[in-house]
């Protein structure tokens, strides 16, 4: 099949990084695909990052430069990822007879101009076949979609379990308010020196943070190479308002990584260890559950470690996961043909 992936994105974030792992997994099943981005910004950080990965890739310098650049491939299938990159593929696909699916990876309220963003991506729904990463984002469609969630590829072994203070929390995502870096920084504030405190991303909370917290918190901004982070971490947090199925949720886990989060999204779908989901927003019993963990003996913490990794890999790996994806697009094609 000859397969593109439309993005609208500067930044790294989940969607992009599920693009990017999709477009590998499908071109190693010897699919023709590569990723179209919808809008060429310039010093595009996620060109680099195609680049390193040899994917093919090309940023679009207007949306007409995008639909002559669609009409000239003919793919067998536009997938689009994200409120714009929906919008302008199902607008596309008025016109011409490629299957156009359409995922939808939001949790979070949307705010500002998102709203109408939102409410266009949600309302022209009906023009393009559907993927939903979770239950709870497909019962907020009008039309029908298909539930496949995200997935990862799952590193050959896990991380190896530190017995040495102090132990490295890590925040990773962007930095912005429904992510919760607050909280995050907050539960920094309040801890023993057993514990050290990091942040990974960028976003608009990240110099009201480092402000605040500079002394509590390490920020390492931006981080295109995050295989030189994740040896690292003795336990990720999520303190995030609202979420989908999170990525670095499943990276961390298929590396044997604790996860300590909120009760967001689908994060409890996919912890099976429940003792590590908390009450949203409880800060006292999130920090509480931390440093319980730690206290466990290192047996412990193994048997953990191996129920959620061995829970991915069942579940939410690349090879599960892909093949879902691959079969819906070969029911759109036929569909398409009959």
Known sequence: M?????????????????????CEELTKRKHDCSIIFVCDYPNNVLYTLCEKKNIRYHGCKSYRALFHLLLKEQPDVIHAHGYKANILARLFGIFNKASIVTTFHAGEKPIGRLILYNFLDRWSSFLSKNICINAEIAKR?????????????????PNPLRT?????????GR??????????????????SDFEWHMV???????????KYQTKV????????????????DLLCITSSYEGLPFVLLEAMSRGIPVVSFNVGAVKKVLSNTGFIIECFNLKQMQKRITSYFLKTIEERQIIATK???????????????SKIEAFYKEQISANLE
Not at 308 to 322: C, D, G, H, L, T
């Open 201 to 211: 991303g960028t976003g608009p909370l990240l110099d009201q943070c480092r402000n």
């Open 2 to 22: 000859k397969i593109r992936l439309l993005v609208d994105s500067k930044h790294i974030g989940g969607i992009e990084i599920h693009v990017m792992n999709l």
């Open 164 to 172: 040495t203070k102090p132990f490295q929390i890590y925040f990773i």
């Open 308 to 322: 959620e990794r061995s829970r991915i890999i069942k579940n939410f790996s690349a090879s599960i996961v892909v």
């Open 175 to 192: 930095v912005s308010p429904e992510k919760g870096p607050i909280r995050f920084c907050q539960l920094a504030e309040h801890t023993s």
């Open 141 to 157: 469609l009008p039309s029908k979609a298909k539930i496949i969630p995200n997935f990862v590829d799952v590193p050959e072994h």
């Open 218 to 233: 390490q920020f390492h901004g931006n981080v295109v190479d995050m295989e030189r982070i994740w040896p690292k971490v």
